[in-house]
Protein backbone atom coordinates (compact mmCIF):
# COMPACT_ATOMS: atom_id res chain seq x y z
CA UNK A 1 0.00 0.00 0.00
CA UNK A 2 1.54 3.32 -1.00
CA UNK A 3 0.65 4.75 2.89
CA UNK A 4 2.63 2.15 4.08
CA UNK A 5 5.13 2.58 2.11
CA UNK A 6 5.76 6.21 2.24
CA UNK A 7 5.54 6.08 5.99
CA UNK A 8 8.15 3.41 6.80
CA UNK A 9 10.53 4.43 9.47
CA UNK A 10 13.17 7.24 8.63
CA UNK A 11 16.72 7.29 9.69
CA UNK A 12 18.02 10.30 11.80
CA UNK A 13 20.28 11.01 9.23
CA UNK A 14 17.15 10.50 6.45
CA UNK A 15 14.63 12.64 8.27
CA UNK A 16 17.38 15.36 8.30
CA UNK A 17 17.61 15.55 5.07
CA UNK A 18 14.05 15.77 4.40
CA UNK A 19 13.70 18.51 6.69
CA UNK A 20 16.78 20.57 5.05
CA UNK A 21 15.26 19.88 1.64
CA UNK A 22 11.61 21.19 3.07
CA UNK A 23 12.07 23.18 5.68
CA UNK A 24 14.84 24.62 4.52
CA UNK A 25 14.55 25.48 1.21
CA UNK A 26 11.58 27.78 2.80
CA UNK A 27 14.01 29.54 5.12
CA UNK A 28 16.56 29.58 2.46
CA UNK A 29 14.07 30.72 -0.29
CA UNK A 30 12.65 33.57 2.24
CA UNK A 31 16.23 34.96 2.30
CA UNK A 32 16.78 34.94 -0.86
CA UNK A 33 14.65 38.06 -1.44
CA UNK A 34 17.50 40.22 0.68
CA UNK A 35 20.46 38.09 -0.46
CA UNK A 36 22.31 36.46 -3.41
CA UNK A 37 23.87 34.05 -0.68
CA UNK A 38 20.62 32.48 -0.41
CA UNK A 39 19.77 31.97 -3.80
CA UNK A 40 23.54 29.78 -3.86
CA UNK A 41 22.48 27.91 -1.10
CA UNK A 42 19.02 27.43 -2.46
CA UNK A 43 20.87 26.04 -5.80
CA UNK A 44 22.71 23.75 -3.50
CA UNK A 45 19.91 22.22 -1.82
CA UNK A 46 18.19 21.28 -5.37
CA UNK A 47 21.33 19.52 -6.24
CA UNK A 48 21.57 17.75 -2.50
CA UNK A 49 17.94 16.96 -3.45
CA UNK A 50 19.04 14.56 -6.77
CA UNK A 51 20.62 11.95 -3.82
CA UNK A 52 17.59 12.49 -1.39
CA UNK A 53 15.44 11.60 -4.11
CA UNK A 54 17.68 9.15 -5.05
CA UNK A 55 17.04 7.21 -1.35
CA UNK A 56 13.35 8.43 -1.12
CA UNK A 57 12.11 7.25 -4.88
CA UNK A 58 11.31 3.83 -4.59
CA UNK A 59 8.84 4.44 -1.38
CA UNK A 60 6.14 5.48 -3.79
CA UNK A 61 7.24 3.04 -6.77
CA UNK A 62 3.94 0.31 -7.11
CA UNK A 63 5.91 -3.40 -6.38
CA UNK A 64 3.43 -4.85 -7.31
CA UNK A 65 2.94 -4.09 -10.68
CA UNK A 66 6.28 -5.00 -12.18
CA UNK A 67 9.52 -2.78 -13.52
CA UNK A 68 7.95 -0.76 -16.43
CA UNK A 69 9.83 -1.46 -19.98
CA UNK A 70 11.13 1.52 -21.50
CA UNK A 71 8.58 1.85 -23.72
CA UNK A 72 6.01 2.22 -20.61
CA UNK A 73 7.95 5.50 -18.89
CA UNK A 74 8.37 6.61 -22.28
CA UNK A 75 4.61 6.71 -22.18
CA UNK A 76 4.56 7.81 -18.46
CA UNK A 77 6.55 10.68 -19.22
CA UNK A 78 4.61 11.59 -22.41
CA UNK A 79 1.16 11.27 -21.12
CA UNK A 80 2.30 13.09 -17.79
CA UNK A 81 3.42 15.88 -20.24
CA UNK A 82 0.38 16.30 -21.92
CA UNK A 83 -1.66 16.14 -18.46
CA UNK A 84 0.64 18.91 -17.47
CA UNK A 85 0.25 21.21 -20.76
CA UNK A 86 -3.48 21.04 -20.77
CA UNK A 87 -3.92 21.36 -17.04
CA UNK A 88 -0.98 24.31 -17.11
CA UNK A 89 -2.88 26.18 -20.02
CA UNK A 90 -6.00 26.44 -18.00
CA UNK A 91 -4.70 27.69 -15.22
CA UNK A 92 -3.33 30.17 -16.80
CA UNK A 93 -6.50 31.05 -18.85
CA UNK A 94 -8.05 31.13 -15.43
CA UNK A 95 -5.63 33.42 -14.13
CA UNK A 96 -5.42 35.84 -16.83
CA UNK A 97 -8.94 36.19 -16.18
CA UNK A 98 -9.45 36.40 -12.27
CA UNK A 99 -5.95 37.77 -11.15
CA UNK A 100 -5.36 40.62 -14.01
CA UNK A 101 -2.64 41.97 -11.27
CA UNK A 102 -0.59 38.98 -11.24
CA UNK A 103 -1.08 38.39 -15.11
CA UNK A 104 0.60 42.17 -15.51
CA UNK A 105 3.07 41.93 -13.34
CA UNK A 106 4.17 38.55 -14.80
CA UNK A 107 4.06 40.11 -18.47
CA UNK A 108 6.51 42.95 -17.15
CA UNK A 109 8.65 40.27 -15.53
CA UNK A 110 9.03 37.90 -18.87
CA UNK A 111 9.52 41.20 -20.70
CA UNK A 112 12.41 42.20 -18.57
CA UNK A 113 13.70 39.04 -18.58
CA UNK A 114 13.75 38.49 -22.47
CA UNK A 115 15.07 42.03 -23.02
CA UNK A 116 18.75 41.73 -24.58
CA UNK A 117 21.16 42.98 -22.33
CA UNK A 118 23.69 45.96 -22.55
CA UNK A 119 26.93 46.36 -21.24
CA UNK A 120 28.02 49.76 -19.87
CA UNK A 121 28.87 51.28 -22.94
CA UNK A 122 25.64 50.37 -24.35
CA UNK A 123 26.49 47.94 -26.86
CA UNK A 124 24.45 44.44 -27.15
CA UNK A 125 25.93 41.98 -24.95
CA UNK A 126 28.45 39.44 -26.17
CA UNK A 127 27.69 36.33 -27.36
CA UNK A 128 29.00 34.74 -24.43
CA UNK A 129 27.20 36.66 -22.17
CA UNK A 130 24.28 35.46 -23.86
CA UNK A 131 25.57 31.77 -23.45
CA UNK A 132 25.94 32.65 -19.69
CA UNK A 133 22.84 33.80 -19.57
CA UNK A 134 20.50 31.97 -21.13
CA UNK A 135 22.97 28.03 -19.69
CA UNK A 136 22.74 30.01 -16.00
CA UNK A 137 18.86 29.82 -17.02
CA UNK A 138 18.42 26.39 -18.07
CA UNK A 139 20.57 25.01 -15.56
CA UNK A 140 18.00 26.33 -13.32
CA UNK A 141 15.00 25.27 -15.08
CA UNK A 142 16.63 21.57 -14.36
CA UNK A 143 17.40 21.95 -10.77
CA UNK A 144 13.56 23.30 -10.84
CA UNK A 145 12.25 20.17 -11.50
CA UNK A 146 13.81 18.41 -8.07
CA UNK A 147 11.11 20.56 -6.22
CA UNK A 148 9.37 17.38 -6.90
CA UNK A 149 11.43 15.22 -4.28
CA UNK A 150 10.97 18.48 -2.33
CA UNK A 151 7.05 17.36 -2.51
CA UNK A 152 7.82 13.93 -2.02
CA UNK A 153 9.54 14.64 1.51
CA UNK A 154 6.58 17.33 2.30
CA UNK A 155 4.15 14.43 1.91
CA UNK A 156 6.46 11.21 3.91
CA UNK A 157 6.46 14.24 6.44
CA UNK A 158 3.01 14.98 6.14
CA UNK A 159 1.60 11.13 6.37
CA UNK A 160 3.97 10.42 9.31
CA UNK A 161 2.38 13.29 11.62
CA UNK A 162 -0.95 11.77 10.28
CA UNK A 163 -0.20 8.48 11.35
CA UNK A 164 0.62 9.69 14.86
CA UNK A 165 -2.33 11.97 15.53
CA UNK A 166 -4.56 10.27 14.12
CA UNK A 167 -3.75 6.37 14.68
CA UNK A 168 -7.01 4.77 14.87
CA UNK A 169 -8.23 6.04 11.45
CA UNK A 170 -4.92 5.08 10.05
CA UNK A 171 -5.13 1.30 11.41
CA UNK A 172 -8.54 1.19 9.85
CA UNK A 173 -7.22 1.52 6.66
CA UNK A 174 -9.38 4.82 5.90
CA UNK A 175 -6.15 6.65 4.74
CA UNK A 176 -7.02 8.15 1.48
CA UNK A 177 -8.09 11.63 3.82
CA UNK A 178 -4.75 11.82 4.20
CA UNK A 179 -3.22 11.60 0.71
CA UNK A 180 -5.75 14.09 -0.25
CA UNK A 181 -4.45 16.33 2.64
CA UNK A 182 -0.86 15.91 1.77
CA UNK A 183 -1.77 16.65 -1.27
CA UNK A 184 -3.26 19.76 -1.13
CA UNK A 185 -0.76 20.44 1.64
CA UNK A 186 1.96 20.62 -0.35
CA UNK A 187 0.16 22.97 -3.61
CA UNK A 188 -1.08 25.05 -1.18
CA UNK A 189 3.19 25.52 0.05
CA UNK A 190 4.03 25.44 -3.81
CA UNK A 191 2.12 28.28 -4.37
CA UNK A 192 3.32 29.97 -1.40
CA UNK A 193 7.11 29.22 -1.91
CA UNK A 194 6.64 31.11 -5.78
CA UNK A 195 5.84 34.08 -3.28
CA UNK A 196 8.66 33.86 -1.02
CA UNK A 197 11.78 35.41 -2.43
CA UNK A 198 9.90 38.62 -3.70
CA UNK A 199 7.96 41.81 -1.92
CA UNK A 200 4.62 41.42 -3.83
CA UNK A 201 1.58 43.25 -3.00
CA UNK A 202 -1.39 41.40 -2.21
CA UNK A 203 -3.19 41.33 -5.32
CA UNK A 204 -0.33 39.74 -7.08
CA UNK A 205 1.02 37.25 -4.36
CA UNK A 206 -2.97 36.33 -4.30
CA UNK A 207 -2.82 35.46 -8.10
CA UNK A 208 0.33 33.53 -7.82
CA UNK A 209 -0.14 31.35 -4.64
CA UNK A 210 -2.92 30.44 -6.71
CA UNK A 211 -2.07 30.02 -9.94
CA UNK A 212 1.13 27.78 -8.82
CA UNK A 213 -0.43 26.06 -5.93
CA UNK A 214 -2.84 24.46 -8.89
CA UNK A 215 0.13 23.88 -10.90
CA UNK A 216 1.43 21.95 -7.98
CA UNK A 217 -1.88 20.36 -7.59
CA UNK A 218 -1.54 18.79 -11.08
CA UNK A 219 2.35 17.68 -10.24
CA UNK A 220 1.46 15.97 -6.99
CA UNK A 221 -1.22 14.31 -9.31
CA UNK A 222 1.02 13.42 -11.76
CA UNK A 223 3.51 11.75 -8.98
CA UNK A 224 0.96 9.56 -7.22
CA UNK A 225 -0.54 8.44 -11.16
CA UNK A 226 2.72 7.61 -12.26
CA UNK A 227 4.04 6.66 -9.54
CA UNK A 228 7.77 7.76 -10.34
CA UNK A 229 9.42 10.63 -8.73
CA UNK A 230 12.10 10.92 -11.77
CA UNK A 231 8.95 11.18 -14.34
CA UNK A 232 7.68 13.92 -12.68
CA UNK A 233 11.03 15.42 -11.99
CA UNK A 234 11.66 15.26 -15.79
CA UNK A 235 8.36 16.59 -16.81
CA UNK A 236 8.42 19.91 -14.64
CA UNK A 237 12.21 20.12 -15.37
CA UNK A 238 11.47 19.77 -19.84
CA UNK A 239 8.11 22.01 -19.28
CA UNK A 240 10.52 24.81 -17.27
CA UNK A 241 12.90 24.93 -19.77
CA UNK A 242 10.52 24.96 -22.91
CA UNK A 243 8.90 27.76 -21.51
CA UNK A 244 12.21 29.44 -21.06
CA UNK A 245 12.94 28.59 -25.23
CA UNK A 246 9.40 30.12 -25.89
CA UNK A 247 10.73 33.13 -24.28
CA UNK A 248 13.95 33.81 -25.78
CA UNK A 249 13.78 31.83 -28.92
CA UNK A 250 10.44 30.20 -30.12
CA UNK A 251 7.65 31.53 -28.84
CA UNK A 252 5.54 28.33 -29.54
CA UNK A 253 8.27 25.84 -27.57
CA UNK A 254 6.00 24.57 -25.21
CA UNK A 255 3.26 23.80 -27.86
CA UNK A 256 5.68 22.34 -30.50
CA UNK A 257 7.72 20.07 -27.73
CA UNK A 258 3.68 19.43 -26.66
CA UNK A 259 2.68 18.33 -30.12
CA UNK A 260 5.70 16.30 -30.79
CA UNK A 261 4.95 14.43 -26.62
CA UNK A 262 1.10 13.66 -28.25
CA UNK A 263 2.61 12.32 -31.35
CA UNK A 264 5.02 10.09 -29.94
CA UNK A 265 2.75 8.45 -27.42
CA UNK A 266 0.00 7.60 -29.93
CA UNK A 267 3.27 5.71 -31.71
CA UNK A 268 4.44 4.25 -28.48
CA UNK A 269 0.78 3.07 -27.49
CA UNK A 270 0.55 1.27 -30.94
CA UNK A 271 3.52 -0.48 -30.41
CA UNK A 272 2.82 -1.26 -26.79
CA UNK A 273 -0.70 -2.35 -27.36
CA UNK A 274 0.39 -4.44 -30.34
CA UNK A 275 3.19 -5.83 -27.90
CA UNK A 276 -0.07 -6.49 -25.71
CA UNK A 277 -2.13 -8.79 -28.15
CA UNK A 278 1.03 -10.57 -29.17
CA UNK A 279 1.46 -11.80 -25.44
CA UNK A 280 -2.12 -12.60 -25.32
CA UNK A 281 -1.71 -14.49 -27.74
CA UNK A 282 1.10 -16.62 -27.09
Not at 113 to 120: N, R, V
Amino acid sequence: MLTTNLTKPLSKKTLAAILVITLGAEIVLYFMRYTYLAGTLYDAIMVASFFIGWKLHHRIVDATSGRPTKRQRALQFTGAFLVFFIGSTIINIYSNLAFPAFNKNYDQYVQVYTDPQTTIDGATSTFFSTIDSVGSDLYNDTLAGLEEVWRLGYIILVLIVCKKIFPRRWENGSRDIFILFALFFTSILFGIDHTLDTVQTWPVRIGAIVTFANMGLILGLILLWTRSLWVTVIVHSVYDITTTLSWNYFHYAVETFALAAFILHIILLKFEKTQQSIELTD
